[in-house]
C-alpha cells in the first residue's frame, strides 16, 4: 500500500494540463515569448487580411459604378466637377490627376501647334501615371508584413520547439528519468510553438498571394482606364484642328 502511495505521488507531481493555455503557462519564459509574438503577429495579420479584403471589394464596386458614368457619354467637365465633392479614391484620383493637368493645359485655349499638342498629351499621362504609382503603393501597405509573417513564423515557431525540446532533454538529464510523464509535457509545450507558427503563416501566405493578384488587377484596370482617357483627350485635340471641338466639349463616350 505504501508503494502504491509513493507511485501515486510520483505520477501526480509530473501531472500536467495538457490545454493551450495549460502548456503555454508552463512553457518556458523564452518559449513563451515566442508563442505571445506569434499570437500577435496573427492577429495583426487578420486585421490586415479583413481590412484588405474590404478594401479591394469596396474599390472594385466603386470603380465600375464610375466607369458605367463615365462611358455614359457625359462631358468630361460635368464629370470632373462632380468627382471633386466625392469621397477620394484611386481611380477617380487617377481622373482627377489627368483632367488637373489637362484643365492647366487648355487654360488660355486648346494648343494649336502639334509639339504643344503633344506636351499637353504627355504631362496628362505623367500626372495620371504618378496618381496611379501613388494609390498602388497605398494599397500595398501591410502586403510585406503578410510576406514577411508568411516566410519567418514557421521558423520562429521551430526556434521555440528546439528551445523547448533542449528543455526537455535538460530535465531528463536533472531527473535521471526518462518516463514519458516527465518527456511528453516539454514536447508538447514546444510542439505547440510550431502549431502556432503554422497557424500564424498559413493564412499570410495565402492572403498575400490573393491580394497580391487582386492588387495587380486593380493596377490594370487603372492603367487601361489612363489609356483610354488619354486616347479621349488626343482625339478631342486631333478634332480640334478640324474647326469642330471646343476648350470644354470633351466627350466620354466609347468609340463605336
Request: hydrophobic letters at 45%.
Amino acid at each position: 500500500m505504501a508503494a502504491d502511495a509513493v507511485e501515486a505521488v510520483d505520477l501526480g507531481s509530473y501531472a500536467h494540463d495538457m490545454s493551450m493555455w495549460g502548456l503555454f503557462m508552463q512553457a518556458d519564459p523564452i518559449v513563451k515569448g515566442v508563442m505571445i509574438l506569434l499570437v500577435l503577429a496573427s492577429v495583426w495579420s487578420w486585421s490586415i487580411i479583413f481590412g484588405k479584403r474590404s478594401t479591394l471589394k469596396r474599390l472594385n464596386r466603386r470603380a465600375n459604378i464610375f466607369e458605367d458614368s463615365f462611358w455614359s457619354g457625359e462631358p468630361l467637365d460635368k464629370i470632373y466637377q462632380r468627382v471633386k465633392n466625392s469621397k477620394p479614391d484611386p481611380l477617380l484620383s487617377t481622373f482627377s490627376a489627368g483632367m488637373d493637368e489637362w484643365q492647366a493645359g487648355i487654360a488660355g485655349g486648346l494648343p494649336t501647334k502639334e509639339s504643344m499638342q503633344a506636351s499637353l498629351k504627355q504631362r496628362v499621362e505623367r500626372a495620371m501615371n504618378v496618381a496611379i504609382g501613388r494609390e498602388i503603393n497605398v494599397l500595398e501597405r501591410g502586403m510585406t508584413f503578410l510576406a514577411s509573417v508568411g516566410s519567418t513564423a514557421p521558423f520562429i515557431g521551430l526556434f521555440g520547439t528546439v528551445w523547448g525540446i533542449i528543455n526537455s532533454f535538460s530535465a531528463i538529464a536533472a531527473t535521471n528519468n526518462t518516463s514519458l510523464a516527465v518527456v511528453a509535457p516539454g514536447i508538447a509545450e514546444a510542439l505547440f510553438a510550431t502549431a502556432l507558427g503554422l497557424i500564424a503563416a498559413i493564412p499570410a501566405v495565402v492572403s498575400y498571394n490573393v491580394f497580391s493578384t487582386g492588387i495587380n488587377r486593380y493596377a490594370d484596370r487603372l492603367e487601361a482606364f489612363a489609356d483610354e482617357f488619354t486616347a479621349i483627350l488626343s482625339r478631342h485635340l486631333d478634332s480640334q484642328d478640324n474647326g469642330n471641338s471646343s476648350s470644354n466639349g470633351a466627350s466620354s463616350r466609347k468609340a463605336a
